[in-house]
């Protein structure tokens, strides 16, 4: 019946192609079942685990996002941004050491790449390696850091004690997003920042001086 209704069903690729269209769109529980149609039709495709992980990770389940990472691994080791991706579930899940070693094996084999650049510094910064953390913000501040970069790299400096610094990253940042965006994005890091030793009478005094 389902055959008659999708004359290319039995083709994996049918469903990889509708899964993506759904994922697009945000749907991303309805991707996962087509990519697990496709994963039916033909098994452990590299393709479709890294997209199902992808949805996976944004539905809030790394553990599972990383298994099938893990098993995409296997066929495809020396493939860079799988392990980015690999990496980015294992800072969602807390594990930062092991992330970091993922990174900084990117960053051996690929010189001069702002992504990996961009994971090893936040991941360094979520586990308290501030030195660290600074240290690849300023490669990428260097070049053509997105109002992102500027945020995070203002948050290292923060907590590093640098208020001049980070005040000023943050201006930068605020330029850049706007400053009802830049709040929002803000606020959301807060908890990471009071984690750090940043206290909640403080957040008052800085936003006063980036105003």
């Known amino acids: ?3 008659t209704a999708h004359p290319y069903s039995t083709d994996y690729r049918f469903y ?6 759904l994922q697009r769109t945000q ?5 996962l079942e087509a990519y697990h149609r496709s994963d039916i039709l033909q098994a452990d495709n590299n393709w479709t685990l890294r997209h199902s992980a992808q949805c996976l990770r944004i539905l809030g389940q790394p553990k599972q996002a990383l298994d099938m990472l893990l098993l995409a691994e296997k066929m495809s080791a020396d493939n860079l941004s799988l392990q980015i991706q690999i990496g980015d ?6 594990r930062y050491d092991e992330a970091l070693t993922r990174f900084f094996k990117v960053d051996y084999l690929k010189p001069d790449y702002p992504k990996a650049w961009r994971a090893i510094a936040w ?11 600074i240290e690849y913000y300023d490669k990428l501040l260097k070049g053509k850091p997105t109002a992102n970069d500027c945020l995070n790299a ?7 004690g640098n208020i001049q610094r980070s005040v000023s990253l943050y201006r930068q940042s605020r330029s850049m ?18 984690s750090k030793g940043i206290a909640e009478q403080d957040f008052p005094l800085l936003w006063d001086l980036i105003e």
């Open 1 to 3: 019946m389902e055959s």
């Open 16 to 21: 990889q192609q509708m899964g993506y269209a």
């Open 123 to 133: 991941c360094a910064f979520l586990a308290g390696r501030t030195d660290k953390s």
């Open 177 to 194: 997003m706007g400053p009802d965006e830049f709040e929002a994005e803000f606020n959301k890091d807060r908890p990471i920042l009071a």
């Open 89 to 94: 579930c294992l800072v969602d899940l807390k």
């Open 27 to 31: 749907s991303y529980k309805e991707a």
């Open 154 to 160: 203002g948050h290292a400096y923060f907590v590093d």
